[in-house]
C-alpha cells in the first residue's frame, strides 16, 4: 500500500478540496481508517491518500466521512476506543427520491 497524496487539516473546506482533487488519482474507495489525528482513504488496489490532523475525535469529521460516502454511526463516531483506528467501508448508498418532501 502507498500513500498517493497527503494533506495536513486546517479547516474544512481545503481537505474538501484536497478529497475532491485526489479522489481522480484512485480507483473505486473501499474504506476509511480513522486514528486520532488521520485519516486515511483506501481503493482497491490498497492505494491511499491521506488528511492529517483531523481524527475521529473532532467534530470536523463528520462532513468529511460524509463527502467520502462512508458508513458510519453518527452518535458512536467521536466515542474513544482501545484499537488503534477505526475502520468503515465505504460506498453508503442513499435511497431513490430520499430527499423529496412529500
Given amino acids: 500500500m502507498s500513500t498517493l497524496a497527503t ?3 486546517s479547516s474544512l473546506d ?3 478540496e484536497f478529497l475532491k482533487r485526489t479522489r481522480a488519482e484512485l480507483r473505486m474507495l473501499r ?3 480513522i486514528w486520532k489525528d ?17 481524527g475521529y475525535l473532532d467534530p470536523d469529521i463528520v462532513p468529511l466521512l ?3 460516502n462512508t458508513n458510519y454511526n453518527p452518535d458512536t463516531i467521536h466515542a474513544p476506543t482501545d484499537d488503534e483506528y477505526k475502520e468503515f ?3 453508503r448508498r442513499y435511497p431513490w427520491a430520499q430527499d423529496r418532501v412529500m
Fill in 66 to 68: 460524509k463527502h467520502l
Fill in 31 to 33: 474504506k476509511v481508517r
Fill in 89 to 91: 467501508k465505504t460506498g
Fill in 38 to 54: 488521520r485519516l486515511h482513504v483506501y481503493d482497491i488496489n490498497g492505494d491511499c491518500f491521506e488528511v492529517r490532523g483531523v
Fill in 7 to 9: 494533506h495536513d487539516f
Fill in 14 to 16: 481545503p481537505a474538501v
